[in-house]
């Protein structure tokens, strides 16, 4: 089990490992596919969409735990908006690159957003850490 001390120790280390997934996530989101027949809805597909957008979601809520301890409602709030514009965002951009965008592609990423805050315990206040 992760401690919060555990997770200080290494705040730098967790928040740039989440940055450096965001920006491979983005770049594997958006990179250019050889033309071909649209892909048909697989639950492959749909399950490959809701892990990445799921770990993407955790990196984001365990650097916020080493950095403040955890994280309150507004905090999850907001980031919860911010990676559901950017899941709409990148299906709307993938057109652009020679992919398909799709609305259950988006749906599968916002149900890994939303599994993982739901399950982010947070505080209901900002509080002095003991």
């Not at 033309?35 to 990196?59: C, E, K, N, Q, Y």
């Amino acid at each position: 089990m992760l401690t919060h001390e555990g997770l200080c120790r290494h705040a730098r280390l967790i928040t740039v490992a989440w940055v450096a997934y965001w920006v491979l996530l983005t770049g594997l989101l958006h990179s250019p596919r050889l033309p071909s027949s649209p892909i048909p809805l697989d639950a492959r597909a749909m399950v490959a969409h809701f892990v990445a957008f799921a770990l993407l979601t955790l990196g984001c809520v365990l650097s916020a735990r080493a950095r403040m301890g955890a994280p309150t409602y507004r905090w999850l709030g907001t980031w919860l908006v911010v990676f559901v514009v950017y899941a709409g965002l990148s299906e709307l951009l993938q057109p652009l690159t020679n992919r398909d965008g799709d609305v259950w592609d988006w749906l599968a990423n916002v149900a890994g957003v939303v599994v993982v805050m739901a399950l982010a315990r947070p505080r209901a206040r900002y509080a002095a850490q003991t």
